[in-house]
């Protein structure tokens, strides 16, 4: 099940569940749609991977299965 972060590793931004600006790749490394698009180029500063629109889980289901609360922040920000 996916964590949800719930923030953006290069910049901080908030991006809550329900974001339709969290991009994520194939190992949940997870940045705003400005971040992946201005900074990333589309890739995973990470791992390389392809950046993705990361999917909602429906309001109902964050009761039970809750989005991640820890915060993942690169120290240096995000490189080209």
């Known amino acids: 099940m996916l964590e949800l972060r719930p923030n953006c590793e290069c910049c901080d931004n908030d991006l809550p569940?329900?974001?339709?600006?969290?991009?994520?790749?194939?190992f949940?490394?997870?940045?705003c749609r400005s971040c992946a698009d201005q900074r990333l180029h589309g890739r995973c500063p990470n791992c390389g991977g392809e950046l993705v629109r990361r999917?909602?889980?429906?309001?109902?289901?964050?009761?039970?299965?809750?989005?991640?609360?820890?915060?993942?922040?690169?120290p240096a920000g995000c490189a080209h």
């Open 17 to 26: 569940p329900d974001s339709a600006d969290a991009l994520i790749c194939s």
């Open 28 to 31: 949940e490394c997870t940045f």
């Open 55 to 74: 999917p909602i889980r429906p309001a109902k289901r964050l009761a039970s299965h809750p989005a991640s609360s820890q915060r993942v922040v690169k």
